[in-house]
């Protein structure tokens, strides 16, 4: 399925900070929030969405699920512009859009089948508990209270109620969260099947690895603006961190900057017995002229993209600065809240 | 006005308040102030402090009616101070807001759900008083006077309800929802004689006399800016013989600005929140 799923064309929407003064205790001042976004979404296309803790991800996707509104700019939503003569804005975001949101905490006496009959409600949609829960790997647990649930199943739940009544358009905020290897793997297989039957979806995650080979389109935010909008291989080249090889090998480092003719060194590093090093745009033969010169060479790959290091290089601004760090395992996301989240 | 999915969500809460824990705690108090008080004052050798003795069935519920302030309205409280204040905790306020339902219908539902949650409880207690008085009594109500007194009962829970969930709209924490709802009911049940009193006394009434017309005269006017004192005045057009200088329209008017008032802010909230 193909065609405009969803366009923003110049949003901007800034969050209202409280400032009371003696004279108007009610008083708000422009905040953060988000700034001049264009962005295309086309149907059955997913797009990741990476930036640091408040960049601004949570506030877009509020706006795209028609929680918060827009102050300037348009919005077209299958090649039509929203119109406030049809109803508010927001609202016709809502009727079309699945909204999950970061970690929702169900609770209470309420089983599952009644949560997902309570927002069949809200949604105006008949729905099939049965049918969804099956399809988010819920079933066995649709009579369990949400007290019950763990929070990898409350994260399935969460994903159930944004698939109520077929949306055209899935935001999910860190859909990984709480989730096991194989559970993560099995809700980014769900991701990919209702991607080929059109449904676009934005997936916000700071599980950045794990997005790679996974999502059609890469959206680096960075303090409310769009830093970075395109493919993976895209925003690699144009960032200049395309076409990189590591090499690694064992005895003395070898005398790079004459084997490797018009490729660029960046960066290298010696132990006592290995040695390897990262190089650009080196030539064809550079790889034999280290092995003709006598080197053991023991690793050779390409440098796989690194969306950390693509928000760093689009930033111009270090890890640590940024506060994004990823953890080895990457299955554990550093959080930290800010006013704007 | 009501559609079926404000019916749903309306049910969905009162049937998780009536399970929850705070109702079993809260049931007993209710029985022992609702139809306790009912029993202690319908008693035929009651004798009331200033020597007031109860002797139809209208005064001895007027009496009663403390039971509901007291007991009802602080129950309402503690039913819904965490009406919308609990889900932006949890988010699940933020699965809902992105739902399509339009944000008023979404007040719709869950101030009902908030309100018979309270009201269905009291009410049965409210009706079982009735009957106790009716009983004890030997004597019969006219439907007017009936309906204006369970009218009166729901229009109170109404207005304690709405103000926790406006409360619960703005709160980030539970702390902050339950201690303005608390605090409300204080005020209106405890702090609002001393506020009538300094009025009255700024004003030059002789605040110390018994049954001085000017001070029955400001009482009766400023508890038109009471919930409990409105519900009072409503109470007491079912009474013959009772005067505070404010007519029954004026009673019914009030409760109307009460409950509009409220409910147009509630609504207001409801549709401009944010998670």
Redesign the interface.
């Known amino acids: 399925m193909t065609g405009r799923a969803l366009e923003l064309i110049d949003v901007t929407f800034r969050h209202r900070i409280s400032r009371p003064k003696f004279t108007n205790p009610w008083f708000t001042k422009p905040g953060p929030g988000v700034f001049g976004l264009n962005l295309t979404l086309e149907a059955g296309q997913i797009i990741g969405l990476v930036g640091p803790n408040g960049a601004g991800k949570t506030t877009l996707l ?1 706006i795209l ?4 509104p827009i102050d300037e700019g348009k919005i077209r939503l299958q090649g039509v512009e929203l119109d406030p003569k049809n109803g508010p804005i927001d ?1 016709q975001l ?2 079309n ?1 699945g ?12 089983s599952v089948n ?1 949560t997902i ?3 069949s ?4 949609t008949p729905v099939a508990p049965e049918k969804l829960l099956k399809l988010v790997g819920l079933s066995s647990k649709s009579t369990a209270t949400l007290d019950e649930l763990s929070q990898g199943m409350r994260q399935r739940l ?1 994903l159930a ?1 944004a698939l109520m009544g077929a949306p055209r358009i899935l935001l999910l905020d860190e859909p990984f969260n709480g989730l096991d290897p194989v559970a993560a793997k099995s809700v980014e297989q769900m991701i990919k099947q209702l991607s080929n039957q059109g449904v676009a979806v934005i997936i916000s995650s700071h599980q950045v690895s794990g997005l790679v080979g996974f999502i059609d389109k890469l959206l680096l935010i960075h303090r409310g603006q769009l830093v970075a909008n395109g493919s993976i291989k895209d925003i690699e080249e144009k960032l200049g961190l395309a076409d990189r090889i590591e090499i690694g090998g064992k005895g003395e480092l070898p005398d790079l900057a004459k084997l490797i003719g018009s490729g660029t060194i960046l960066e290298q590093t010696v132990d006592e017995q290995n040695w390897s090093c990262t190089i650009q745009h080196a030539d064809d033969a550079s790889i034999k002229n280290i092995v003709q010169a006598g080197h053991h060479i023991t690793e050779w790959k390409r440098k796989a993209p690194d969306i950390v290091e693509m928000l760093c290089q689009a930033t111009g601004l270090e890890v640590e600065e940024i506060g994004l760090e990823v953890q080895a395992s990457n299955m554990m996301p550093l959080k930290t809240l800010s006013e704007e989240e | 006005m009501f559609n ?2 404000i019916v ?2 309306a049910r ?1 809460i009162i049937a ?1 308040k009536l ?2 824990t705070r109702m079993i705690v809260m049931l007993p108090i209710l029985i022992l102030f609702i139809p306790g008080i009912a029993w202690g004052f319908s008693d035929p050798d009651v004798m009331l402090p200033g020597g007031v003795r109860p002797d139809n069935v209208m005064e001895v519920m007027f009496y009663t009616s403390l039971g509901i302030v007291f007991a009802g309205t602080m129950c309402g409280v503690l039913l819904s101070y965490d009406g919308i204040s609990k889900d932006r905790f ?3 306020l ?9 944000r008023e219908e ?1 007040a719709m539902g869950l101030a009902l759900g908030h309100w018979l949650a309270i009201l269905i409880p009291v009410w049965a207690l409210w009706l079982i008083s009735t009957l106790i008085v009716m009983f004890r009594l030997e004597q019969g109500i006219a439907l007017p006077e009936t309906v204006a007194s369970f009218a009166s009962v729901g229009l109170i829970l109404f207005w304690y309800v709405i103000f926790s969930l406006i409360a619960s709209t703005y709160s980030r924490d539970q702390g902050t929802s339950v201690a303005f709802g608390v605090g409300m009911w204080f005020l209106f049940t405890f702090l609002w004689a001393l506020v009538t009193s300094m009025v009255a006394f700024a004003s030059g009434v002789n605040v110390g006399e018994v049954n001085n017309p000017e001070m029955i005269r400001i009482e009766g006017f400023l508890d038109l800016l009471s919930p409990n004192g409105v519900f009072h005045h409503l109470l007491e057009t079912n009474l013959a013989d009772v005067d505070r200088g404010v007519p029954p329209i004026t009673s019914w008017i009030s409760a109307a600005i009460w409950t509009v008032m409220p409910w147009l802010w509630f609504k207001s909230r409801m549709s401009r929140i ?2």
Do not use: Y
């Open positions: 509020r699920a028609g929680i918060m609202r809502r009727a859009i909204h999950m949101p970061e970690q929702v905490r169900w609770t209470g006496s309420a009644q009959r309570q927002f409600a809200l949604r105006d969460s109620v | 079926t999915d749903a969500i969905q998780e399970r929850s949890t988010g699940v933020e699965v809902k807001l992105s739902q399509p339902m339009p979404q944010q998670p």
